[in-house]
């Protein structure tokens, strides 16, 4: 049985800019939240369907699930805001079209830090709290083998019991997984557009624990791990070689937090005449002699000196 991974439109003008000529665009930015739950369901042996409303149309979106010859189940991920509202939009299609025995699974930043709440709506079957690598991977053998979800953790389920949270699952060691399911987008990849800038996360989470960030809501303070830079490497050197991806949009919270290693990944990509077009931290994380290799670099530094002090945001 197939899964099928949705990820949302952020916002109308967005999809309708990507959309009108999508080979005429250089940016592809990737939806790495459900590529990576893809490359793991197959390494698993699930096979995948792989849906993005930026860049697909409801017609391709429709045709695309008409293709599996059955369903295990529908995840959709979700960040606060619009996405919310065009999850929704999916999962409604979905249920009156292929009826109520396929459970809708629900993941993301909302979700996660609403679990209770997200789940007492109809149209929420099952949620993935927090990293769903694993989870998605347990999940889909659970629910293929009909065995109690109660055994999977990091799920919060509802039954007519009422609501059901499972132990959260352990922090991943980022190195344990595999390189996200590019392969999925290849449609939508013209090579005579060369260069093209392809998404990647170097590491997960941040050491910072400002306030209004979504991290503290999932558990997730002081939980900054970095993919090794041998890691690293192999997945823009695969990518370049298969897609021809010279240029890198960083996806991490905080990719210098350690600047040593963020020098290091540097002058490796300039090595290889790669290039990472913007970079943003903590106005903190930018020592010396990270600031002297940005030059001819990156096109663009943003920092965020996170104080409360306007005596020091000025200085």
């Known amino acids: 049985?197939?899964?099928?991974?949705?990820?949302?439109?952020?916002?109308?003008?967005?999809?309708?800019?990507?959309?009108?000529?999508?080979?005429?665009?250089?940016?592809?930015?990737?939806?790495?939240?459900?590529?990576?739950?893809?490359?793991?369901?197959?390494?698993?042996?699930?096979?995948?369907?792989?849906?993005?409303?930026?860049?697909?149309?409801?017609?391709?979106?429709?045709?695309?699930?008409?293709?599996?010859?059955e369903i295990l189940f529908f995840g959709i991920s979700s960040m606060t805001g619009s996405q919310i509202m065009n999850g929704l939009s999916?999962?409604?299609?979905?249920?009156?079209?292929?009826?109520?025995?396929?459970?809708?699974?629900?993941?993301?930043?909302?979700?996660?830090?609403?679990?209770?709440?997200?789940?007492?709506?109809?149209?929420?079957?099952?949620?993935?709290c927090s990293e769903g690598d694993e989870t998605i991977v347990e999940l889909a053998q659970t629910l293929s083998d009909r065995k109690s979800l109660s055994m999977v953790n990091g799920l919060c389920i509802k039954s007519k019991n009422g609501i059901h949270m499972t132990p959260p699952r352990q922090i991943i060691n980022p190195d344990s997984l595999p390189i996200p399911a590019w392969h999925h987008l290849e449609e939508f990849l013209n090579p005579a557009q060369y260069p093209v800038l392809a998404s990647i996360s170097t590491s997960r989470g941040c050491w910072f624990n400002c306030t209004y960030c979504y991290k503290g809501g999932i558990g997730g303070k002081n939980?900054?791990?970095?993919?090794?830079?041998?890691?690293?490497?192999?997945?823009?050197?695969?990518?370049?070689?298969?897609?021809?991806?010279?240029?890198?949009?960083?996806?991490?919270?905080?990719?210098?937090?350690?600047?040593?290693?963020?020098?290091?990944i540097i002058r490796l990509f300039k090595n290889r005449g790669f290039k990472i077009p913007a970079i943003r931290s903590n106005f903190a994380t930018y020592e010396d002699a990270l600031v002297k290799e940005l030059s001819g670099f990156c096109d663009f530094v943003g920092y965020a000196p996170e104080i409360g002090s306007p005596k020091i945001q000025k200085y």
């Not at 690293?232 to 996806?251: Q, S």
């Open 90 to 128: 999916f999962a409604q299609s979905v249920r009156s079209k292929h009826g109520a025995e396929i459970p809708i699974v629900w993941g993301g930043v909302h979700p996660s830090i609403y679990p209770r709440q997200t789940i007492n709506h109809p149209l929420v079957d099952i949620i993935v």
């Open 223 to 264: 939980m900054w791990r970095g993919f090794s830079v041998d890691r690293i490497m192999k997945e823009v050197d695969h990518l370049y070689k298969r897609y021809g991806f010279d240029i890198f949009e960083i996806a991490d919270d905080n990719f210098i937090f350690k600047a040593d290693r963020a020098i290091e």
């Open 1 to 69: 049985k197939h899964v099928v991974l949705f990820y949302t439109r952020p916002t109308r003008g967005y999809a309708f800019e990507r959309r009108r000529d999508i080979h005429s665009v250089k940016r592809i930015y990737a939806p790495l939240s459900i590529m990576y739950l893809a490359s793991t369901l197959e390494k698993a042996g699930f096979p995948v369907i792989l849906l993005d409303q930026r860049l697909m149309s409801d017609k391709e979106i429709d045709a695309k699930i008409m293709s599996a010859p």
